[in-house]
Structure formats: structure tokens, C-alpha cells
């Protein structure tokens, strides 16, 4: 779908036309000029002064013609970046109107296409917006249908009910440990993870480079007399390593780290149930992990093959039923909505299956053509359900986990989704995982340890957000850990030196 723009030439729009046009099209391409090839052809006139008003006429090849106007007062800004970002939401509403009123398809979630969109509503709740009011905004500004504005109210609530002090973590910090290693790669998979058979020796040396951030990051923040909220083991697939060398992992994790015992949570992903043994199950134990995931992804065993996993669908709740017996009690499962050759009956299936299992919490993913993905690299080769199918199986999701009482309590959002809709995390109340509440609200740093990982620092006065990542392959972080971790620390002492260590 070949699309030209009239009227814009400002290149800074060009992103958010361009993510748009990708909510409706497979294929879309901008062109920033007349272009009598275009499939259609809209023009925008944009005034500005004390008010933002925008006209877009769209005229496809037939000769149809569609308008959308949208006006808004500029609200107060200090910088031109702030005051741009208000034109270009204003530009992409009547983009947005036009090119839904054309198509015929209503994009749920609006204009936005960011991954975390419940952050909107935490920060009206902050500000102490009434909750008509924040919908109406939210509904007014971004064109959110009521049905998403519903779910993420109701993932707020939620979240505030597990973590009450939400607001006020940002004197603690959550780890996040990267793990790069799995039995195979996924074809979807774009998280760093290399197949662990041969590695041995880079994945010693990987641990040993994984080791002294722990144990550095450990020294800094018992030094600031800065808790740790949640640690979250992640990859990668934690459990590909050995359980002598998970049991040393842990071991480094209660020697370097502060107040470990009073950590409100660890995690640790067991996805592949190829990789969990009673040896690793016993070395959980031992260190009082009780949270896990075993993630199916689907219970087809041609899904499974197709996608790269080789483990089956029994061995899948094989393991999880000896992860119950020996100890288990909050175990987290994710299904992967359109995967390739899936439709409804399939992921019917995988819904009847979980329910036989009925884990802690369930997380229902929503297929993404991942830029680096093997699937985006060769999608001719993997067939998906189309747009009006996906939505069907997320609303079997929606109607399943209601009715076997799991309740949404996080979600995000990822470029290249099928049918533009999310990935939403559902639990049995009371068994939500804190770190995936921390990790998409943001409102406490996270730091990176391991290959891959990335740290999130957030200002705890101003709430300014720095990144920073570790090299993605192992051989990379092998030669550079030491300087990583020193350079986090550098960060970290920036952050607290004119605040202080926290109360």
C-alpha cells in the first residue's frame, strides 16, 4: 500500500505517519510527495497558534474523498520538543479518522502505539485526575475505544491493590538477570539467546563475568542502603545452565546481594521445559524460589516443531506436574495467540489443556513479526490467522480467564502486532508477579545484569528515564563485563549524588 502525504514535510513526523499507516496495512510504504502510483493521497493543512487545528482530505484512486478535522488548545510546555509532540498528535487523530473512516476498521487503541499504554493512566491517577474525567481525556486525546480504557483502569486497580506503595518505590530498585542461553532458538525470538550445545566454555565465562556484577552492583547498593524490590531471573532460559551452576548463581545472589530474604519476590524463567530436572527443581528449592514459568506457547505439536521448540506437549505437562510436586507454588504460563498454521480450534486446544494444569497466573501473548526474527525474515514460509481471527482468539482469552477467575493485572503493547491489539498478563489475585508490574509502570530502576540485559534508571526526583545496555552476545560481554559494571555504577552514583542514600 503505497501512500502519499501532502503538506508535511517536516521529517519528524514521519515516524508516527509511518507506525500508523502499519496499524492498517501489511505492507505500507510513505511517500512524502504527490504521487500519482498511490493507492490514496491525503493532504493535511495545519494551523498553529494558541490552537492546534488540523484538516486531512483523503482521495483514493477512485476518485472517493473523505476529510477529518481535530482541534485542540495548545496545554502549557516548556521545551519545542513538548510543544511538537502536541502537533503530531494532533496530525496523527485526523490521520488516524481518515484512514479508519477509508478502511472500515476501528483501531482500538487509537493513536497510540507505544508498548506501555497504562503508564497514561497511572500518571492521571497521580495527578489526581477524577476517573471520568482521566477516561474522557484519554478517550478525547487518543481516540482509545472504551473497551481498552476499561481494561486498563482495571489493570490499575489491580496493580495498586497488589503493590499499594507503587508510587513510592523509587528509593529501591528491581535486578533483572540475563541468561543468553536456550536449547534452541524460536523463530519469533529476537531476546538474546544462543544455543547452549558446545558453548561450555563461553558460558564459564559468562558466569564468572556474571558473578562479579553481582557482586559489585551488590557492594554499591549495600553501601546507599538501597533495597531490592523483585529480581527476575530471565534470558535467554535461566534453566539451561547446570543445576551446580544455578546453585552457585544463587549462592553469589544471597552473598552479594542486601537483605535478600526480605526481597518481595525472585523469579525465574523455566520457559522450556526441556531444560527442568528434578536436579534444578531441588536447587530452586533450596534457595526458596518458588516462582517459576514453563511456558507451552501452544499445545499442537506441529506448532511447536514449526516454531523451532523441541520439546512436546506432553513433556511440557510432565514438567509442570513435577514442578507442583516438588514444591512450585506460583508457576506462570504463557500462550502465544497466532502463531503460524494456528487458528481458533488450536488455540481452543491450548485453552482446554491449561485448564486441566490451572498454573498461578497466565500470560497471553499476541504473535509479533519481530524486525530480527527468523518468522519476519521468512514470513512466505509462516502463515498466520488474519486480523479478524486474531481478535476472536483474544476474546476467547478475555471470556476463558474471567470465567476460571484470573483477573488482568499488566500489559504491553509491540510494533508489528497482529491485529494492533497486546499482551496481557493475567493471574489468580493474590499471585500477580511484582516485577512485570515494575518493569512496565516504571516507576523504579531496574538494573541489567548479564548478556543482553538492559538497566533502566530512573531519576527518583524528576523521574527522567536513562537505558543502558550489555552486549547481546556472550563473547562481546565476556571481553567487557568489567567495564559495564562500572559504568553502572557511574550512573548510579549520579543518580544519588546530590540526592543522597534514600531514607
Not at 469 to 490: L, V
Request: with cysteine; proline share 4%; charged share 30%.
Amino acid at each position: 500500500m503505497k501512500i502519499s502525504i501532502i503538506g508535511l514535510e517536516d521529517a519528524r513526523f514521519d515516524r508516527s505517519l509511518q507506525l500508523i499507516a502499519n496499524l492498517f496495512f501489511e505492507e505500507s510504504e510513505i511517500v512524502k510527495s504527490y504521487d500519482d502510483k498511490a493507492e490514496i493521497v491525503i493532504s493535511f493543512t495545519l494551523q498553529e497558534d494558541r490552537v492546534i487545528s488540523v484538516q486531512a482530505e483523503l482521495k483514493d484512486h477512485t476518485g472517493k474523498i473523505l476529510k477529518a478535522e481535530y482541534e485542540k488548545e495548545f496545554l502549557p510546555y516548556e521545551t519545542e520538543k513538548e510543544r511538537f509532540k502536541q502537533i503530531k498528535n494532533a496530525v496523527a487523530h485526523a490521520y488516524l479518522t481518515v484512514l479508519q473512516d477509508w478502511t472500515g476498521m476501528t483501531q482500538k487503541w487509537g493513536i497510540l502505539t507505544g508498548v506501555r499504554p497504562t503508564k497514561l493512566l497511572h500518571r492521571k491517577v497521580q495527578e489526581g485526575v477524577p476517573r471520568e474525567k482521566a477516561h474522557k481525556q484519554l478517550k478525547d486525546d487518543y481516540l482509545i475505544t472504551d473497551e481498552k480504557i476499561a481494561l486498563m483502569q482495571h489493570i490499575v486497580d489491580r496493580q495498586l491493590a497488589v503493590v499499594p506503595d507503587l508510587y513510592s518505590l523509587q528509593q529501591e530498585v528491581s535486578i533483572y538477570i540475563g541468561i543468553p542461553f536456550c536449547p534452541t532458538k524460536c523463530a519469533y525470538c529476537t531476546f538474546p539467546a544462543y544455543a547452549i550445545n558446545g558453548r561450555q566454555g563461553s558460558v564459564d565465562s559468562f558466569l564468572g563475568g556474571l558473578h562479579y556484577e553481582m557482586e559489585k552492583i551488590g557492594a554499591w547498593l549495600k553501601e546507599k542502603g538501597i533495597r531490592i524490590t523483585t529480581v527476575y531471573y530471565g534470558g535467554g532460559t535461566p534453566t539451561s545452565i547446570t543445576a551446580d551452576e544455578m546453585d552457585m548463581l544463587y549462592e553469589e545472589m544471597y552473598t552479594s546481594f542486601p537483605d535478600v530474604e526480605n526481597i518481595r519476590e525472585i523469579t525465574v524463567e523455566a520457559g522450556r521445559p526441556d531444560t527442568i530436572t528434578p536436579e534444578k527443581l531441588e536447587v530452586l528449592k533450596k534457595w526458596n524460589i518458588d516462582r517459576i514459568s514453563i511456558n507451552p506457547q501452544s499445545y499442537t505439536q506441529e506448532t511447536l516443531k514449526a516454531i523451532g521448540r523441541h520439546h512436546t506437549v506432553t513433556e511440557t505437562i510432565d514438567k509442570y506436574h513435577l514442578a507442583r510436586e516438588m514444591g512450585m507454588n506460583n508457576i506462570n504460563m504463557d500462550l502465544i495467540i497466532g502463531l503460524p498454521g494456528e487458528g481458533l480450534a488450536e488455540f481452543t486446544n491450548s485453552l482446554e489443556e491449561t485448564e486441566k494444569l490451572m498454573p498461578e497466573s497466565l500470560t497471553v501473548h499476541t504473535l509479533s513479526f519481530k524486525r530480527a526474527s527468523e518468522m519476519t525474515k521468512n514470513k512466505e514460509k509462516y502463515k498466520v490467522a488474519d486480523r479478524t481471527e486474531v481478535e476472536k482468539m483474544m476474546e476467547l482469552a478475555e471470556d476463558w480467564t474471567e470465567k476460571h477467575g484470573y483477573t488482568p493485572y499488566y500489559l504491553y503493547r509491540q510494533k508489528n502486532i497482529l491485529g494492533n491489539l497486546e499482551n496481557v498478563g493475567y493471574s489468580i489475585p493474590g499471585q500477580e508477579s511484582i516485577y512485570n508490574i515494575m518493569i512496565m509502570e516504571e516507576q523504579q530502576t531496574i538494573i541489567g545484569l548479564g548478556c543482553g540485559a538492559s538497566s533502566k534508571f530512573i531519576d527518583p526526583v524528576s523521574g527522567k528515564i536513562t537505558h543502558f545496555a550489555n552486549p547481546k552476545d556472550p563473547k562481546s560481554y565476556n571481553e567487557s563485563f568489567e567495564a559495564y559494571a562500572e559504568e553502572k555504577i557511574k550512573i548510579l552514583d549520579e543518580l544519588y549524588s546530590e540526592k543522597g542514600s534514600p531514607a
